[in-house]
């Protein structure tokens, strides 16, 4: 049981990434590990499942109230006067 799991340098090594990297998926919860003391213990199994990601960042959310704007080509600006007052 010993040998499935890896540090995170020998999980780095095989993902292409740092081993910040690796601890920065641990943190956000994408990549499943167990501590052991102040060492990350990362199964095999659950770096498998890392590896499939897509390359890149995520595409945006989008916004449909801002894609409405801007496909109506206008705005509303409200000004007050105090000129007036």
Not at 3 to 8: E, F, H, K, P, S
Not at 17 to 29: D, E, H
Not at 49 to 74: C, I
């Amino acid at each position: 049981m010993a040998g499935n799991y890896l540090t995170t340098k020998d999980a780095a090594k095989q993902l292409g990434v740092s081993k910040w990297r690796v601890c920065a998926l641990i943190r956000a919860g994408r990549l499943k590990a167990q501590r052991f003391g102040w060492a990350w213990q990362i199964l095999l199994e659950d770096l498998e499942a890392v590896r499939v990601r897509r390359p890149g960042r995520p595409p945006r959310q989008r916004n449909d109230r801002l894609e409405n704007d801007k496909a109506s080509n206008h705005s509303v600006v409200s000004v007050a006067d105090d000129s007036q007052r």
